[in-house]
């Protein structure tokens, strides 16, 4: 599976059904609708590809890149900038900001439709997180809430249920 | 400057990656328990809205953890994330592990923007009493230690 859903965004078929679209707006348009994106969306959810494949895929297609020729997988790429328009992760990020950085004649439409997914990504919350794990001192006994101690206490009269976390 | 939608400290949170929403789970009201103790982990998450005229500034969100039996200074442990504002929503996950809770009394989680509180959390940290056991506790034969 995880290979047919990107294959299918160079065949002709896929090439025939969003070639008539000449702007970037309307292909993003025409993509967020296509059964081939949602196929990918849906492999992506079930995790039977990973934004590790996807790098791949990319990579693999940008080796027919040539200076002076029309690269021939814009409309996979452009395919692969509207499935990643909503997904937040790191790759995500990189993949659009840096298609939409280049100024690359030979594969101006995908770039135009990676802008035009930043512009809407725009409006998705950005996530940062930090971790900090301080050292095991060795006497103190480790408290965990996924643990059986976890206890609910109700305060009579109120609807409201509060979590009363327990160290043991 | 960026203004605080909300700010939680809970057990654990998730983001979907395919949805962007998030879910934080067990909100930690109160604490209980025999010391000197560790809390295997909480999370700290506060989501702020920023204004355009704050894009491409770059800020600072702090979680401040009091330890005032500490010997030495500072007594407290900051633990700090820098971001620049490129969208409407920013979302800051903080997560601590293994905090010491050497004895009882009222853990002030503060929340801090460019080193100014805007925000805090209390969480009562209280010694169990071995003899009152909780209606879960009850049912599942648990009982106190």
Known sequence: MSARVLQQLTSDDFAVSAGFLSTPGSLRRFFHQAKEVAAIKEALRQEAITDSTLRGFVSSVLRDLRCGERFPHQLAIAAIAVVLETRATDFADEFLHDLSRLGLAEMSMCIRVARECLKHRVNLAHNKTKVLRLPDDGFSRAWSPSEPQISFKCNAGQTSVSRVCEVV | ?145
């Open chain 2, 1 to 145: 400057m960026p203004t605080l939608k909300y700010f939680h400290i809970a057990d654990s949170c998730s983001i979907d990656r395919e949805t962007n929403c998030v879910s934080v789970f067990n909100i930690i009201e109160e604490i209980y328990g025999t010391f000197p103790a560790q809390l295997a982990r909480l999370v700290a998450v506060s989501d702020w809205n920023i204004a355009p005229e704050d894009y491409q500034k770059d800020f600072q969100v702090t979680l401040r953890i009091p330890q005032p039996w500490k010997d030495t200074e500072p007594k407290h442990i900051d633990v700090c994330v820098n971001f620049t504002a490129e969208r409407p929503c920013q979302r800051i996950l903080q997560r601590v592990e293994r905090l010491p809770l050497p004895e009882a009394g009222d853990l002030k989680l503060e929340l801090l923007l460019n080193g100014e509180r805007v925000a805090q959390h209390t969480i009562p940290v209280r010694l169990r009493e071995p003899d009152v056991a909780s209606p879960v506790e009850d049912s599942q034969g648990l009982g106190a230690a």
